[in-house]
C-alpha cells in the first residue's frame, strides 16, 4: 500500500506482541540524520511502548545507507539481538548515484534477511524529494520507525511461533 493512502504510524497496538524479554539492535546511517534521526526515535520510543527494555535497545551508527547492509549483517551475527531495524534514507539527486544505493542497499538487505538467523527490517527511505522524507520520518505521513519496531517485534513471534 503506497504511504500516501496509510499513515506509517497507525496500527492496533493490541496486536503487538510484548518485547520485555527481547533485544532489538537499530542500525542507522548518520547520512540524512534530520530524517534517519527521526526515523530512529520513533523506532526507539515504539519498541519502549511496547515493552522492551532500553537497555535491551542497541544502537549502532554507519555512515551511509549502502554500508547498512554490513552493519546490519554484523549486529546480526556479533551480537544476541532477536531483530535488527535498518534505517536509513535516499533523497534522489542528478545523478544515477540514487538508483545503485537504493538498489544496492535493498538487494543487499533482503539477502540478509534471507540469510540470517534474526529478522532484518527494512527501514529505507527511498524519497524524489527532501519533503517526501520528512513526511516518512514523523510528518504528515507518520514515522516509518513506528512500523519498522511494530515489523520488528511481530516478526520475532512469528519466527517463534513458527
Same mark, same amino acid.
Given at each position: 500500500m503506497a504511504s500516501a493512502l496509510h499513515n506509517l504510524s497507525s496500527y492496533d497496538p493490541s496486536t503487538v506482541p510484548d518485547g520485555s524479554e527481547w533485544k532489538i539492535g537499530i542500525v542507522v546511517s548518520e547520512w540524512n540524520e534530520d530524517v534517519t534521526g527521526a526515523l530512529l526515535q520513533g523506532a526507539y520510543d515504539t519498541l519502549l511502548k511496547h515493552g522492551v527494555q532500553a537497555r535491551n535497545i542497541i544502537v549502532k551508527t554507519v555512515p551511509g545507507s549502502f554500508e547498512l547492509v554490513y552493519?546490519?549483517?554484523?549486529?546480526?551475527?556479533? @551480537? *544476541?539481538? *532477536?531483530?535488527?531495524?535498518?534505517? /536509513? =534514507?535516499?533523497?534522489? /539527486? *542528478? @545523478?544515477?548515484?540514487?538508483?545503485?544505493? =537504493?538498489? /544496492?542497499?535493498?538487494?543487499?538487505?533482503?539477502?540478509?534477511?534471507?540469510?540470517?538467523?534474526?529478522?532484518?527490517?527494512?527501514?529505507?527511505? @527511498?524519497?524524489? @524529494?527532501?519533503?517526501?522524507?520528512?513526511?516518512? =520520518?514523523?510528518g504528515a505521513l507518520g514515522n516509518k520507525g513506528d512500523e519498522c519496531a511494530v515489523t520488528a517485534l511481530k516478526m520475532i513471534q512469528y519466527g517463534r511461533n513458527s
Open positions: 552493519g546490519s549483517a554484523w549486529m546480526a551475527r556479533q @551480537t *544476541d539481538v *532477536d531483530a535488527v531495524i535498518a534505517i /536509513g =534514507c535516499v533523497i534522489r /539527486g *542528478d @545523478t544515477p548515484h540514487f538508483d545503485y544505493i =537504493c538498489q /544496492g542497499t535493498t538487494q543487499g538487505l533482503a539477502e540478509l534477511n534471507r540469510k540470517a538467523i534474526v529478522p532484518v527490517i527494512y527501514g529505507l527511505l @527511498t524519497c524524489n @524529494t527532501l519533503q517526501q522524507a520528512l513526511d516518512r =520520518c514523523g
